[in-house]
């Protein structure tokens, strides 16, 4: 397939065949590679690696991850923010991403907003964010 080729296939409205766009984000990441056109190639192999992520075919994220390691740059394979978290701080940060204040989300827990202030303050460092939006988007998306 020709440059144009490509450009044209991603240009087209894929949005409900994530998985076929992911491949040719790959397929077209890996031949700018290896005609040495790495600034260009990096976008395309990072939106594939996010997308057969989030798809969880593990394969394909592992060969994208592994084109894009070959760019000089790495990325790790994101880890279940969730699964670092206890029972109880799974709870309220899932209440957290529904969009309920401390107050709300202590109402339905029988706890002080105090209390859920210092789940949240132990829950932030866990998952690596700093805010309840962004523990919202990482719960929503882990990537």
């Given at each position: 397939?020709?440059?144009?080729?490509?450009?044209?296939?991603?240009?087209?409205?894929?949005?409900?065949?994530?998985?076929?766009?992911?491949?040719?984000?790959?397929?077209?990441?890996?031949?700018?590679?290896?005609?040495?056109?790495?600034?260009?190639?990096?976008?395309?192999?990072?939106?594939?690696?996010?997308?057969?992520?989030?798809?969880?075919?593990?394969?394909?994220?592992?060969?994208?991850?592994?084109?894009?390691?070959?760019?000089?740059?790495?990325?790790?394979?994101?880890?279940?923010?969730?699964?670092?978290?206890?029972?109880?701080?799974?709870?309220?940060?899932?209440?957290?991403?529904?969009?309920?204040?401390?107050?709300?989300?202590?109402e339905r827990?029988?706890?002080?907003?105090?209390?859920?202030?210092?789940?949240?303050?132990?829950?932030?460092?866990?998952?690596?964010?700093?805010?309840?939006?962004?523990?919202?988007?990482?719960?929503?998306?882990?990537?």
């Amino acid at each position: 397939m020709l440059t144009g080729d490509y450009e044209r296939a991603l240009a087209e409205d894929l949005t409900g065949w994530p998985f076929d766009r992911a491949r040719l984000q790959l397929t077209y990441g890996a031949a700018l590679r290896r005609a040495f056109r790495i600034t260009e190639c990096r976008p395309l192999l990072r939106d594939a690696v996010a997308t057969f992520d989030s798809l969880g075919v593990t394969p394909w994220a592992d060969r994208a991850r592994s084109e894009l390691r070959a760019t000089g740059e790495t990325r790790r394979r994101p880890i279940d923010a969730l699964s670092l978290l206890t029972p109880q701080e799974q709870q309220i940060a899932g209440l957290v991403a529904a969009g309920l204040s401390n107050r709300e989300i202590g109402e339905r827990l029988f706890l002080s907003p105090r209390t859920i202030s210092t789940h949240l303050y132990r829950i932030y460092p866990k998952v690596n964010v700093s805010s309840r939006t962004e523990l919202a988007r990482t719960l929503r998306h882990p990537t």
